[in-house]
């Protein structure tokens, strides 16, 4: 499973980490390294409890994360 995190920036300078392929999955952070680190956090999150529910099966490789800005 391929999941992209796109980093974009606030006019207050906060970053905002956000994974397309997850609706919902967005957070705001002090750097983008935060960003990252938290949205990775939340995705897996998000995966567990639909796999959890019966709403997706579990991937059958290693989830990759990738970074766009």
């Given at each position: 499973?391929?999941?992209?995190?796109?980093?974009?920036?606030?006019?207050?300078?906060?970053?905002?980490?956000?994974?397309?392929?997850?609706?919902?999955?967005?957070?705001?952070?002090?750097?983008?390294?935060?960003?990252?680190?938290?949205?990775?956090?939340?995705?897996?999150?998000?995966?567990?409890?639909?796999?959890e529910?019966?709403?997706?099966?579990?991937?059958?490789?290693?989830?990759?994360?990738?970074?766009a800005?």
């Open positions: 499973m391929q999941l992209t995190i796109r980093l974009l920036r606030e006019t207050d300078g906060r970053w905002i980490g956000d994974v397309p392929e997850l609706p919902g999955v967005s957070v705001y952070r002090a750097t983008p390294e935060e960003a990252t680190n938290k949205a990775k956090a939340l995705a897996l999150r998000v995966i567990a409890e639909e796999i529910h019966g709403e997706m099966k579990p991937p059958a490789d290693i989830l990759r994360f990738s970074i800005a």
